[in-house]
């Protein structure tokens, strides 16, 4: 049988940072639908939250940003002697809550051991630590609910210019100057990495990102 779909509500004209289109009144089964005629390798997201749908195809000054932060998270914690488990942007899902999200990035780090080596699923297993989502453009999804619903304890949002960190407490995600899962890290130190990847080029940012982390760790050794 065939899904109809139902007329499209808005969409966005920016065309900076991400193309976005929603849909309501969308039923769990065509979201579903939907995710499997599309397939893996897209360029498209889904992100889908009690009815409403927003297709989002993201462009460069959407990519950039996400791999950056991508980048600084996984060296952060691997030069840190921390393990993770990368995600990228699978599709986490929860019927019962009638949402999915794709976010730009998400990761096991604290919960790493118990999904180690294997595909995860959301029924049994508990949400990834840390999701990442860039934001430049307008969305109509409640980012903030949705993952909070779904029980991440971290969430960063960023605007392109405004990072915003997010710890879950009561159900609810409240703004903290650091990252729980990496106390030790200031905001300047994520800032100056961004700063530095358009200034002196990215390699030369890691490897100035390494060489902080290094004289980190040399003072709780000392």
């Excluded at 996400?66 to 599709?91: F, H, P, Q, R, Y």
């Excluded at 971290?154 to 960190?165: K, M, T």
């Excluded at 995600?173 to 899962?181: E, G, K, Q, R, T």
Aim: glycine share 4%.
């Amino acid at each position: 049988m065939q899904t109809q779909l139902p007329v499209a509500q808005t969409i966005t004209t920016e065309t900076t940072a991400e193309n976005r289109l929603i849909l309501d009144h969308v039923s769990w089964e065509t979201y579903e639908q939907l995710l499997v005629a599309f397939g893996e390798h897209r360029a498209v997201r889904f992100h889908y939250d009690n009815g409403v749908i927003e297709f989002m195809v993201p462009l460069e000054a959407h990519e950039n940003p996400s791999d950056l932060l991508g980048l600084l998270i996984c060296t952060l914690v691997v030069e840190s002697g921390l393990n993770l488990k990368c995600m990228a942007s699978t599709t986490l899902k929860r019927k019962h809550l009638q949402k999915g999200a794709e976010p730009d990035k998400c990761y096991y780090i604290q919960n790493e051991p118990l999904v180690r080596g294997r595909t995860v699923d959301l029924e049994k297993d508990p949400p990834p630590d840390l999701v990442v989502e860039i934001d430049i453009t307008h969305t109509d999804i409640d980012k903030n609910a949705l993952y909070a619903s779904m029980g991440v304890p971290e969430f960063w949002r960023f605007n392109g210019s405004v990072l915003s960190i997010y710890q879950l407490e009561q159900d609810q995600y409240h703004l903290v100057d650091v990252s729980p899962a990496l106390p030790w890290v200031s905001k300047d130190v994520i800032y100056r990495f961004l700063r530095q990847s358009k200034t002196v080029g990215e390699a030369q940012a890691l490897r100035d990102l390494k060489g902080w982390i290094k004289q980190q760790l040399d003072s709780l050794d000392t």
